[in-house]
């Protein structure tokens, strides 16, 4: 009896520290004047993509992305089409890029809200494709490219594999090509190494005549300490 009043009064301890209220206080102002900074600092002719995804990282999402867009940012990141909904229905009317792959089935979300969709794979692509051609409309898309983070996307070598089909996929618009860097903070030489890696990709497609209004690699941490690799 003597262990099981201790385990119980252990639970409730632990009960209680989990429903005990909890806030976050945000300044606003703190964040759209970063935002204008940032803007600042990259400079003209770079788009700011402003990542909301996660609840904003636990600051909000729908209040820190009208600041942000507010202050300059140009484009929303989110994780999947459910976050992007979510912010159409707050009015926000700005262009909202999902990072991660579409599961089947969600392809109808990026059509109906206006979505970026990153594609990760052909067979992505062509669920996309046939959803697009059935309501008549271009949907933009962005070119996902594995250099070494070793989370989705394509290989350089798929790329070459599949291009073909890719790009004559039928209500796909081919706005931007990415990557994503593994540790932009704490390894230059491999940063650099998933640049040339990228730029190679990006200038092996533009001889077979493909070619993206948008190339863009730099996480935050890449852009305060690699100017030439903000891109687009």
Known sequence: MKTETKGSRSTEMEIEEKVRPRWIEVNLDAVGRNTRRVKEMIGDGVKLLAVVKGDAYG????????????????????????????????????????????????????????????????????????????????????LKVETGLGRTGFLPSSIKEHADRLFSLPGLEWEGIYTHFASAAGDPQFTRQQFRLFQSVVEGLKKRGIQFPLCHVCNSAAALLYPEMRLD
Not at 63 to 82: E, F, K, R, W
Not at 107 to 121: A, F, G, R, T
């Open 59 to 142: 600051l909000g999402m729908v209040p820190v992305a009208h600041t942000v867009i507010s202050q300059g940012a140009d484009l929303l990141g989110v994780t999947n089409p459910d976050e992007g909904v979510i912010l159409r229905n707050k009015g926000i009317d700005a262009p909202i890029f999902i990072f991660r792959p579409l599961l089947p089935g969600e392809e109808e979300l990026v059509v109906n809200y206006q979505l970026i969709s990153s594609i990760s794979s052909l067979q992505q692509a062509e669920r996309l494709s046939d959803k697009a051609r059935i309501y008549g409309v271009k949907v933009p898309v962005h």
